[in-house]
């Protein structure tokens, strides 16, 4: 259960980058560049569900380690994945082209997703 708990982003890098190589809008890069994030995690046995709210956006994901599922992009298109468990604190997913890893280290989340040779890295901070 070590990822179960609430999260607030403390930093981010390559986030623009990022977002242009997956198809967001220049405007949309530009209203969501500086908004604060918050994640809720929920881990029950071998399943999540992970809710992100930035702003009056909210994206639901919800999965089971190994089993193919839906999950809903920053693009909001709706994409087949597995995630994979490596150790008790790392999440493995690979959606089309982009390869996404989330780990505990501490009290910290810490989400790398990247596509080509961009790495977007996202830091957030347990707050309950």
Not at 6 to 29: H, N, V
Not at 91 to 109: C, F, M, P, R, Y
């Amino acid at each position: 259960m070590a990822f179960n708990g609430r999260y607030e982003l403390q930093s981010q890098d390559k986030f623009a980058e990022f977002m242009k190589a997956i198809g967001l809008s220049d405007e949309l890069i530009e209203k969501g560049k500086d908004q604060k994030s918050t994640s809720e995690i929920v881990e029950t046995g071998d399943h999540f569900k992970i809710t992100v709210t930035t702003g009056s956006k909210v994206l639901v994901n919800e999965f089971t380690i190994g089993e193919e599922t839906e999950i809903e992009s920053p693009t909001g298109d709706k994409i087949k994945a597995i995630v994979n468990r490596e150790g008790n604190n790392k999440l493995v997913a690979k959606i089309q082209n982009i390869t996404s890893v989330t780990e505990i280290i501490g009290d910290q989340l810490t989400n790398t997703m990247t596509i080509g040779d961009i790495a977007y890295k996202r830091i957030s901070k347990r707050i309950s």
